[in-house]
Every structure is written in structure tokens, then in C-alpha cells.
T-cell receptor, first 115, second 117 residues
Framework: AQTVTQSQPEMSVQEAETVTLSCTYDTSESDYYLFWYKQPPSRQMILVIRQEAYKQQNATENRFSVNFQKAAKSFSLKISDSQLGDAAMYFCAYRTSNTGNQFYFGTGTSLTVIP | GAVVSQHPSRVICKSGTSVKIECRSLDFQATTMFWYRQFPKKSLMLMATSNEGSKATYEQGVEKDKFLINHASLTLSTLTVTSAHPEDSSFYIC?????????????FGNGTRLTVT
């Protein structure tokens, strides 16, 4: 079974600084997809960034980028120039490529942005 | 972008009653929807995969007779919590993917906070 591990329950960052959130996963598949979702206090899940396992290039979305290390099964999220609105729970997610297509989520990292 | 609507956003019910939660894909067809449960400050736990026109697939440990799922159309899935108990109090979130078999992400509803008294 696939498992997703986020080893940092809580993180904090100064406004305008950079923070990296860690995520590791366990799988026997070679083809899969990885995502980072943000859940602000409103509880609405918002997609931050996605990565296909077959792509070697790390995904980037504005201030958000990932460091995807397939051999190490690591998928960290870097937030640059942190803003107050970045404060939220961040969930790493893994999706299988088989017909089930289920998503599996990590335990989350609560990010605090300090003004 | 794809929108998933979930209703109600909050519901309080008495122990022993049943509660139905609706999940609708507003601007796309979803042959598959997913139901998650989230405890306070915890991750999302996949409960079941709802398949249009067929039986839902439940994750291990989830009681299918307690959490009834009906996916009667390409835009609507419902989760009914039957004979609710206080331990069923939780945050329930539905989701759907825009396109099957691709890297498309999950689009989430706003969630339903269920409180059983």
C-alpha cells in the first residue's frame, strides 16, 4: 500500500523568507503523480502544485517549487517570499496511475507565517 | 476551473438519525468521486470511491452499511451516514477529478461538518 509521510507537523517562517516542507512516500509503482494541497482555515482544499513521476524537471508555480527526488521517494515543497496568506495546513498527496486512481494524503504540516 | 459543490456545509443531528450529504460537480461530469473524512488537525482519510452507475468501493475499515454512497448521475454523489452516533462527528469532504487517467488533480467540495449530539 502507498503511504505518504510528512515528518514536520508544524513549521514557521518569517514573512518574505523561504521555507521547505518535507514529504516522502512509499510505493512500488514507477508511474504516479504527486501533489501539494493547501488547506487554509476555511477548510477548502486548494491545489498548490503537481508533479508527474516520469518528468525529471521539478515543477514550479510562481513562488512555489518542488524538489522531486524519485530514487529517494522524496517530494519537498519550497515556498519563496512567504506571505501571510500562505499560512495553512499543507498536505502532500500521491495518486496511483492504475484504474483506481485514489489519492493518498500525508498527515499535513501546519505552516505559520510570522509578520 | 472545475467546481465541486457540497451541501450542507454544516449539519447537527441527533444520535440515531440519518444524514445525507450531497456532492455535485457543477461544470463537468465526474464518473468517479471520492469521499474523505478529516478529524481535527488530521489528514484526509479516504473512505470510499463513488462510481457512477455501480457500487462504491470502500476502504478497509469503513462500514459500507453505515456510510451509504449513491452515485446516481454523472454530476451527483451522495453520502448518507445512517444511525449516526457521536463518534461519527467529523468533517466530511468530497472530491472529483475533471479527467480520468491523467495528471488532473482532485477538485474538492467545501466540506461538511457533521455534529451528532
Amino acid at each position: 500500500a502507498q503511504t505518504v509521510t510528512q515528518s514536520q507537523p508544524e513549521m514557521s517562517v518569517q514573512e518574505a523568507e523561504t521555507v521547505t516542507l518535507s514529504c516522502t512516500y512509499d510505493t512500488s509503482e514507477s508511474d504516479y503523480y504527486l501533489f501539494w494541497y493547501k488547506q487554509p482555515p476555511s477548510r477548502q482544499m486548494i491545489l498548490v502544485i503537481r508533479q508527474e513521476a516520469y518528468k525529471q524537471q521539478n515543477a514550479t508555480e510562481n513562488r512555489f517549487s518542488v524538489n522531486f527526488q524519485k530514487a529517494a521517494k522524496s517530494f519537498s515543497l519550497k515556498i519563496s517570499d512567504s506571505q501571510l496568506g500562505d499560512a495553512a495546513m499543507y498536505f502532500c498527496a500521491y495518486r496511483t496511475s492504475n484504474t483506481g486512481n485514489q489519492f493518498y494524503f500525508g498527515t499535513g504540516t501546519s505552516l505559520t507565517v510570522i509578520p | 476551473g472545475a467546481v465541486v459543490s457540497q451541501h450542507p456545509s454544516r449539519v447537527i443531528c441527533k444520535s440515531g438519525t440519518s444524514v445525507k450529504i450531497e456532492c455535485r460537480s457543477l461544470d463537468f461530469q465526474a464518473t468517479t468521486m471520492f469521499w474523505y473524512r478529516q478529524f481535527p488537525k488530521k489528514s484526509l482519510m479516504l473512505m470510499a470511491t463513488s462510481n457512477e452507475g455501480s457500487k462504491a468501493t470502500y476502504e478497509q475499515g469503513v462500514e459500507k452499511d453505515k456510510f451509504l454512497i449513491n452515485h446516481a448521475s454523472l454530476t451527483l454523489s451522495t453520502l448518507t451516514v445512517t444511525s449516526a452516533h457521536p463518534e461519527d462527528s467529523s468533517f466530511y469532504i468530497c472530491s472529483a477529478r475533471l479527467i480520468q487517467g491523467s495528471n488532473s488533480p482532485l477538485h474538492f467540495g467545501n466540506g461538511t461538518r457533521l455534529t451528532v449530539t
